[in-house]
């Protein structure tokens, strides 16, 4: 999809709009990237504005989004180790495609 003319069958699995849009979709992903917006945070941060996700999840969703190069994962060498997670370049943009999704839909 997008802007050019596609004159081969299209598929779920083919369209990078369906595709980008079942990731961000899952429950949770926008919550987090929207939380990490204003800067970096740290696990126990990002679980307390969360209330009702379970580690398991929010593990899995800072795993995948760093795996998707969208966020970046610091380990500080404090002691006890300090862990902070910060929206990468790409982060950000696809943050703001939210927020233009959110305006939308709230209109």
């Known amino acids: 999809m997008g802007s ?9 699995e083919t369209c990078s ?6 990731f961000v ?9 929207f939380h990490l917006l204003p ?3 740290r696990y126990g941060e ?12 929010l593990a899995d969703r800072l795993q995948t989004l760093e ?3 969208l966020l970046t994962r610091t ?10 997670y910060a929206l990468t370049r790409r982060g950000r943009e696809l943050g703001e495609i939210l927020d233009s999704i959110a305006a939308w839909a709230e209109s």
């Open 25 to 33: 979709g899952s429950k949770w992903t926008p919550l987090v990237i």
């Open 39 to 41: 800067g970096a945070k």
């Open 46 to 57: 990002l679980q307390h504005l969360l209330p009702g996700i379970s580690p398991k999840t």
């Open 75 to 84: 380990v500080h060498p404090d002691k006890p180790p300090r862990v902070e």
């Open 4 to 12: 050019t003319q596609v004159d081969s069958p299209v598929t779920p």
């Open 67 to 69: 795996g998707e190069g």
């Open 17 to 22: 709009v369906t595709r980008t849009l079942s």
